[in-house]
């Protein structure tokens, strides 16, 4: 593309020149300076944005293939693999939670030597659960193409931490060359200086072998000394290692090399950006904006008021979101308004739903109408409304303004009062659909049973939602386990006996004990009390565990990050089959005889939210009492993509002095949950989730208690774009 700036330049000057020949010679040398300028820019950006492949490693790091390196992958990629690492068996997952921030997890597995407690009950080798992070302090796509990316990283730095390690290292790429040099220094497994080199030959080719890569290393990992390393794995007889990776567009990886100079390594894997995934499928079955047919006749004898309604409620229903009412009032001036709400039963972004309400409000509102406030509902909660003005809407139908011109006229805000049947004129209004039948498959996993390894529970859920008396919401939920691996296992860890009140790992019974299940059956009533006030009360079956009431409290602006809300709720223990209650729960004594003591859980939380937009993450504190009655503070970091993919993390601290492997437990976990559409040829606002604690305790446990208000909100309130 060089020649184009250049020619373009040639021709730009010339023009210049032969229109204005007493030009100064200063002006003149300014414009050959503005390309000049221009050209070394696009220089900069390309040099900045192209970049020599990124390889995983053993561990699904960025890195060589023992080694870390400091590269990453896109952000929001998501990758998984296996390891062939003798004597070790390594299973990978990794994710890019910001570009600077890598995570990732592995289970290692120590083929041929037994778990020395559990081995023989069915367990199995021995194994080791490991996380990872890596955090860029500079990357090269920052703005800085000269320097190298520099990067500091923990390995395994939870739980036993047989694995752990820290390291710096620094990469830099030599395009030219197609070369990627790696030098670094960790301490813990890895020990001293290690270093790499990566060469890619074929990269610009359109052939089979584009994506064929060589690498070099030197091992730093101090197999000999480290204590916790598998005995067949302590012996080196050279510590360089030397090998190929192989990517296969799009996501497929493979790679193989020599390993300590006696044995052959490989890693098959998998990657996918998860965060800017639009669906497997088209949404072909979307509604195209509205344009036709278009009507801005006045009220009057040629159109009535029921009419108008009529067009409003079929217009929005064929968009994908249905209007709920639609009021008329006439100010003292004599000059005529519309209020309608609608309810958002399509769309995950805020953008989609304004862009459709405001194309389908331009075209067929009433040339007489002054202003039209759109309140948005969803989930049976008022969340936000528009205010437009006629005139702008009528601007935007001529283009004259675009969406960004109208978010700015018509911004985001706070629901107004409903107006009244007996100052205003009712033209229509519907209710909320009795029941909606759902149906979507559970699956809960379990790591670390001393029967196995691996253990699951695979079922089917399904059952009605609706509203009740269009106020009142109802979740009825029944669940059939098809397929489980849980029968051998038991709720007691005997390693680790936890003296806390038993609220939370004795999960694994309700699935045990039968196959069918009231998962959830409760009400919920939500308000939207003004001036981002909003709350909710709740009654009923919870989960599976758990029944009771429940009632929250919440302030979230729409013009503020930050929310603060309270919640309380009394609840009361399942029986592990059947709709009935257990009056008193387990608890271990000091001197290991179980027991029975009363048990109603009182849980109360002060609630702190901030929503970091520029970033799509936020945050969320709670402070209060947990299920087992131990006191403390739960963290959350929640980061949401433009895909709609969500991905959580969290870790409580609280005064249970629960201990594990010999140190104090804290709950910490994992939960991610992503659209049901990415699945389907149209938009849907549903959603899938996954959750898994590091150890299922009782320290931190806390119930679900119906449909909190936060993620209601804020999810209708998200704009992605």
Not at 153 to 162: A, E, I, P, S
Not at 273 to 280: A, E
Not at 343 to 355: F, G, H, L
Not at 370 to 390: C, K, P, Q, S
Request: hydrophobic letters at 40%; a positive charge.
């Amino acid at each position: 593309m060089r020649w184009f700036f250049f020619v373009g330049a040639f021709l730009f000057s010339s023009i210049a020149i032969g229109q204005e020949k007493n030009l100064p010679e200063s002006s003149l040398l300014k414009e050959e300076r503005l390309f000049s300028d221009l050209e070394s820019v696009r220089k900069i950006d390309d040099k900045i944005h192209e970049r020599l492949p990124v390889v995983l490693n053993y561990q699904m790091q960025g890195g060589i293939f023992t080694m870390p390196s400091a590269r990453m992958v896109d952000e929001g990629s998501v990758s998984l693999g296996f390891s062939y690492l003798p004597p070790y068996h390594v299973y990978g997952v990794a994710f890019q939670y910001f570009d600077h921030v890598e995570l990732s997890g592995n289970y290692w597995v120590f083929k041929g030597i037994s778990e020395s407690n559990f081995g023989h009950l069915g367990f199995g080798d021995d194994a080791e659960r490991s996380v990872n992070i890596k955090v860029a302090l500079l990357r090269k796509e920052d703005g800085i193409a000269f320097l190298p990316t520099f990067a500091l990283g923990l390995n395994d730095f939870l739980g036993t931490r047989r694995f752990h390690s820290f390291y710096a290292v620094a990469t830099q790429d030599f395009l030219r060359e197609n070369l990627e040099l790696t030098l670094g220094w960790g301490c813990g497994r890895i020990g001293g200086f290690f270093g790499g080199m990566i060469w890619s030959p074929f990269r610009q080719k359109n052939h089979l072998l584009k994506g064929i890569s060589f690498a070099i290393e030197y091992d730093a990992n101090n197999y000999k000394h480290h204590l916790p390393e598998h005995p067949l794995g302590k012996s080196v007889r050279c510590r360089i290692n030397a090998g190929m990776h192989y990517q296969i567009q799009p996501g497929v990886r493979f790679s193989v090399s020599s390993l300590r100079g006696k044995e052959v390594a490989a890693l098959a894997a998998f990657d996918y950006n998860i965060g800017k995934v639009k669906g497997l499928f088209p949404k072909y079955k979307d509604p195209p904006l509205y344009t036709s047919p278009v009507d801005v006749e006045p009220l009057g004898e040629g159109r009535c008021e029921e009419e108008m309604a009529k067009e409003f409620c079929h217009a929005f229903h064929g968009q994908g979101i249905e209007l709920m009412s639609l009021y008329l009032r006439i100010d003292v001036e004599k000059k005529k308004h519309l209020w309608m709400k609608v309810n958002n039963v399509a769309y995950r972004e805020e953008a989609v739903v304004r862009e459709r309400i405001e194309r389908l409000c331009s075209s067929i509102t009433p040339g007489d109408i002054v202003t039209i406030t759109v309140v948005v509902e969803a989930d049976g909660l008022m969340v936000h409304e528009y205010f437009f003005r006629t005139s702008d809407l009528k601007r935007l139908a001529k283009k004259e303004v675009g969406d960004y011109e109208m978010s700015l006229l018509a911004p985001m805000r706070e629901v107004s009062p409903i107006p009244s049947p007996y100052t205003d004129a009712l033209l229509y209004q519907r209710k909320k659909s009795i029941w909606l039948w759902t149906l979507r498959p559970g699956f809960l996993s379990y790591f670390g049973s001393t029967t196995g390894k691996f253990k699951y529970d695979l079922s089917l859920i399904t059952g009605p939602q609706g509203y009740l008396m269009d106020q009142i919401y109802y979740d009825l939920c029944a669940s059939y386990i098809i397929s489980s691996s849980t029968k051998s296992m038991g709720c007691r860890d005997v390693l680790n006996p936890s003296y806390l009140l038993r609220v939370r790992s004795d999960t694994i019974h309700y699935n045990q004990k039968q196959s069918l299940h009231i998962q959830r059956a409760f009400l919920q009533k939500q308000w939207n009390c003004g001036e981002g006030f909003f709350a909710r009360s709740s009654l009923g079956y919870f989960e599976i565990a758990y029944a009771g009431a429940a009632i929250e409290a919440l302030y979230y602006s729409v013009s503020s990050p930050w929310a603060v809300g309270f919640e309380i709720a009394a609840l009361l223990k399942r029986k592990y089959s059947g709709i009935f209650f257990q009056r008193k729960v387990a608890k271990l004594s000091a001197n290991n005889i179980l027991h029975h003591v009363p048990y109603v859980g009182i849980q109360c939380f002060l609630e702190l939210y901030y929503d970091l937009r520029p970033l799509q993450t936020y945050f969320r504190v709670s402070l209060g009492q947990f299920l087992a009655r131990d006191k403390g503070i739960r963290l959350e970091w929640t980061r949401y993509f433009s895909s709609g993919f969500h991905f959580s993390l969290w870790y409580a601290v609280t005064d249970g002095g629960d201990r594990v492997n010999g140190k104090r437990y804290y709950d910490k976990g994992f939960a991610f949950s992503l659209p049901l559409d990415w699945f389907m040829n149209k938009s849907s606002r549903s959603k899938i989730g996954y959750g898994m604690a590091a150890w299922l305790r009782d320290v931190g446990a806390r119930a679900q208690t119906g449909k909190p208000l936060f993620p209601t909100i804020h999810e209708e309130r998200e704009n992605l774009n």
